[in-house]
């Protein structure tokens, strides 16, 4: 098992150690606000998918490489009964980092 709960490496050990994962992002929205009335207020809700590859460097120095498929779905509550609007913005993330 990887070092982080929501990873699992494959091969853990070794230089070159590739994972999946899944797991819950917090996602802030700032700057947004609900048009006014009729809708009182939109909400987000995060989930992601996860694969990447860590290559040891020497020591304790690694590289990697991830891409992170955020579902980030949005709800909009509208003040005329039970009605919802949803959006759904998906990004795909692409990372490079050092540790």
Avoid: W
């Avoid at 853990?12 to 999946?20: A, F, N, T």
């Avoid at 994962?21 to 006014?36: E, K, Q």
């Avoid at 990447?52 to 949005?74: C, E, P, S, W």
């Avoid at 959006?87 to 540790?99: R, Y």
């Amino acid at each position: 098992m990887g070092a982080a709960a929501d990873q699992y490496h494959i091969f853990p050990h070794e230089r070159l150690s590739p994972y999946i994962g899944a797991g819950i992002d917090a996602t802030f929205v700032y700057g947004a606000h609900a048009a006014g009335f009729p809708v009182t207020s939109v909400s987000p809700a995060t989930a992601s998918a996860r694969a990447g590859v860590d290559y040891n460097i020497g020591g304790h120095r690694f590289a990697n490489l991830a891409v992170k498929q955020i579902f980030l779905n949005t709800t909009a509550n509208i003040d005329y009964g039970a009605i919802k609007a949803r959006t759904a913005l998906n990004p795909l993330v692409v990372g490079v980092g050092i540790g």
